[in-house]
Nanobody, 120 residues
């Protein structure tokens, strides 16, 4: 059983900041938080920020310089610091995690989502 619990969403004005958290837990093998995605009404889910190989991070062009992803491996928790928020950042934000199965394949999991609304 894998559980991803997101928190930190809310309603803010343009220019303000929010910090999202995603805490991961598993009753079996370890699960790894790997990135943040978002989905606005009528749009497909899109990448916001993710950890790449070697510990580097990848950001969507629209959030570069404003958002920062980080994680605390000891707590298996990932964060998304969002600064200088814009109305176009309004969306449901989801965290994504993966886990290796006993057969060597990779499973992916999604959090329940947290709403971020930015007013102009």
């Amino acid at each position: 059983q894998v559980q991803l619990v997101e928190s930190g969403g809310g309603l803010v004005q343009a220019g303000e900041s929010l910090r999202l958290s995603c805490a991961a837990s598993s009753t079996t093998s370890s699960v790894n938080v790997i990135g943040w995605y978002r989905q606005a009404p009528g749009n497909q889910r899109e990448l916001v920020a993710t950890f790449a190989s070697g510990g580097s991070t990848v950001y969507a062009n629209s959030v570069k310089g404003r958002f920062t992803v980080s994680r605390d491996n000891a707590k298996n928790t990932m964060y998304l610091q969002m600064n200088s928020l814009k109305p176009e950042d309004t969306a449901v934000y989801y965290c994504k995690a993966n886990r290796l199965t006993a057969w060597g394949s990779t499973e992916y999991f999604w959090g329940q989502g947290t709403q971020v609304t930015v007013s102009s």
